[in-house]
T-cell receptor
Framework: GAGVSQSPSNKVTEKGKDVELRCDPI?????LYWYRQSLGQGLEFLIY????????KSGLPSDRFSAERTGGSVSTLTIQRTQQEDSAVYLC???????????FGPGTRLTVT | QKEVEQNSGPLSVPEGAIASLNCTYS??????FFWYRQYSGKSPELIMF????GDKEDGRFTAQLNKASQYVSLLIRDSQPSDSATYLC???????????FGAGTTVTVRA
């Protein structure tokens, strides 16, 4: 079946602009995660959705970052007023309700110039 | 102290040999453990998960878990050049469903 999809695959933006990153999880997966991977920081958790609610937002690095999920499916991660330190690969993962395994999408490479 | 630590590597093994990857974690209550393989420029791919003490085998991969020692390992038998990648150890916390990742071990299999 189809895996996790993310768009865009690459995004180049100017410092100070807002960006939206999209994640479409595996069909039927109720849990959705956002992670960020950068050279200096490794792979770090950002936010977790169960259905449409976000019980854990502890990894969001600043109030410029927000995320929502609608219809228990697609999620959007929004970064406002982007900074150069936001440059990274943003990864989305989903998990079925009765399992613990998380499956990653291909990621969005964000470059802030 | 990092939550998840892996042997730093890089690890270079000849084709056909066994590659051994190690990981320790700090949250004693963790119950779920995962190994992801990540090729350069690609996203992590789940290759093994283990929840109980002992060994779990899947093809050429064996995961080993020792909760008392807070240690999990991955063995790759009969290593192939296609196994050359970075291997990430991930641990699910005792109180939540998010993953904490180690920094990864880069494996190179020499033909």
């Amino acid at each position: 079946g189809a895996g996790v999809s993310q768009s865009p695959s690459n995004k180049v933006t100017e410092k100070g602009k807002d960006v939206e990153l999209r994640c479409d999880p595996i069909s039927g997966h109720t849990a959705l995660y956002w992670y960020r991977q950068s050279l200096g920081q490794g792979l770090e958790f950002l936010i977790y959705f169960q259905g449409n609610s976000a019980p854990d937002k502890s990894g969001l690095p600043s109030d410029r970052f927000s995320a929502e999920r609608t219809g228990g499916s697609v999620s959007t991660l929004t970064i406002q007023r982007t900074q150069q330190e936001d440059s990274a690969v943003y990864l989305c993962a989903s998990r079925g309700g009765s399992s613990y395994e998380q499956y990653f999408g291909p990621g969005t490479r964000l470059t802030v110039t | 102290q990092k939550e998840v630590e892996q042997n730093s590597g890089p690890l270079s093994v000849p084709e056909g040999a066994i590659a051994s990857l190690n990981c320790t974690y700090s949250d004693r209550g963790s119950q779920s453990f995962f190994w992801y393989r990540q090729y350069s420029g690609k996203s992590p791919e789940l290759i093994m998960f283990i929840y109980s003490n002992g060994d779990k085998e899947d093809g050429r991969f064996t995961a080993q878990l020792n909760k008392a020692s807070q240690y999990v390992s991955l063995l790759i038998r009969d290593s192939q050049p296609s196994d050359s990648a970075t291997y990430l150890c991930a641990v699910m916390g005792s109180n939540d469903y998010k993953l904490s990742f180690g920094a990864g071990t880069t494996v190179t299999v020499r033909a």
